[in-house]
């Protein structure tokens, strides 16, 4: 299986600020990744496919980047409704994998 | 737009069969455009991808999990099933049914609300 790290696995931030968080691959995976947001008690919500595409309706305030085995989510101005935990998810083979989370929170 | 939407008991017994249904609107489990996935997510923890199924009724199911789980097609009520046996504490979790469109660059982009299976006697 594709081991999928993310990290940090916490994050305090404040509103307005950039913050990046990151997803390491254990084996090169092209640009098969996405990335998710879930509130508490909510289902996953796709923001990010194939590394940077913006899935329709997310604000651009999100991206994506990378190729192989380094990925990253970037929220340029963070939002209050940002506040959430943040999935990496790869899907270039069988069985998909997910990142174990990070967790943004107001500082 | 399409809506997925799980349902079963909340609650099963431990080496019991867990019984999950997905219902889908705004597009066809008969259709060779989509996979339907089950995932699921352990209280407080990670998510878990358990397998899919495609309209001609091949599956696939993650191997950690295979000896285990059955999954269904019912194309006249447009549902789409999972069926996971002899079930002990670990595998209380929201299970999410999804959608994954045919196209390589695509993944799940559509999710049911998820519902939450405690496995308890």
């Known amino acids: 299986d594709v081991q999928m790290t993310q990290s940090p696995s916490t994050l305090s931030a404040f509103v307005g600020d950039r913050v990046t968080i990151t997803c390491r691959a254990s084996q090169g995976i092209s640009t098969y990744v996405a990335w998710y947001q879930q509130h508490p008690g909510k289902a996953p919500k796709l923001l990010i496919y194939k590394a940077s595409n913006l899935e329709r309706g997310v604000p651009s305030r999100f991206s994506g980047s990378g190729f192989g085995t380094e990925f990253t989510l970037t929220i340029s101005s963070l939002q209050p409704d940002d506040f959430a935990t943040y999935w990496c998810q790869q899907y270039v083979i069988y069985p998909v994998t997910f990142g174990g989370g990070t967790k943004v929170e107001i500082k | 737009q399409v809506q997925l939407q799980e349902s079963g008991p909340g609650l099963v017994k431990p080496s019991e069969t867990l019984s999950l249904t997905c219902t889908v609107s705004g597009d066809s489990v008969n259709s060779d455009k989509s996979y339907w996935h089950w995932i699921r997510q352990p209280p407080g923890k990670g998510l878990e991808w358990i397998g899919y199924i495609f309209y001609s009724g091949n599956t696939t199911y993650n191997p950690s999990l295979m000896s285990r789980v059955t999954m269904s097609l019912d194309t006249s009520k447009n549902q789409f099933s999972l069926k996971m046996t002899s079930v002990t504490a670990a595998d209380t979790a929201v299970y999410y049914c999804?959608?994954?469109?045919?196209?390589?660059?695509?993944?799940?982009?559509?999710w049911g609300q998820g519902t939450l299976v405690t496995v308890s006697s």
């Open positions: 999804t959608r994954r469109l045919r196209i390589a660059a695509r993944t799940f982009d559509s």
